[in-house]
C-alpha cells in the first residue's frame, strides 16, 4: 500500500497543518529541507504549490520546485516571478513505499 506523506509549510519554514511524519527547515532564502520519518522504502513521487502568499497578483511563474529528492529527504525552492529564491509559504504531497 502506498504511503502518503503531506504538509502545509509557511515561509518561514512553520508546519501549519500535515500527515505529522516529516519536519522542516528553512536552510536559507526560498530553501527548504524536508525530512520524512520514516524515510520510504524507495525514491517517493512529490508535488507541491505556493499557496497563502496573500497577493491575488502572484503569478503562475512564482513557483515551489524540488531539485534534490531521496528516500529520507528532498529540498523545496520557492520564488518569485522573476526567478529569485524568496521565502514563500507551500504545500507539498510525497507519495511512495
Known sequence: MARIVWGTI???GNIL???GDFTVENISSGRYS???SPGFSA???LVGSQNNYNDS???SSDAVAFPFVNKNSCQA???NNSGSLQNRSFAF???GN
Open 10 to 12: 509557511d515561509k518561514n
Open 43 to 45: 525514491l517517493p513521487g
Open 93 to 95: 504531497i510525497a507519495i
Open 34 to 36: 524536508i525530512s520524512f
Open 77 to 79: 525552492n520557492t520564488g
Open 17 to 19: 497543518n500535515g500527515s
Open 57 to 59: 497578483s502572484q503569478a
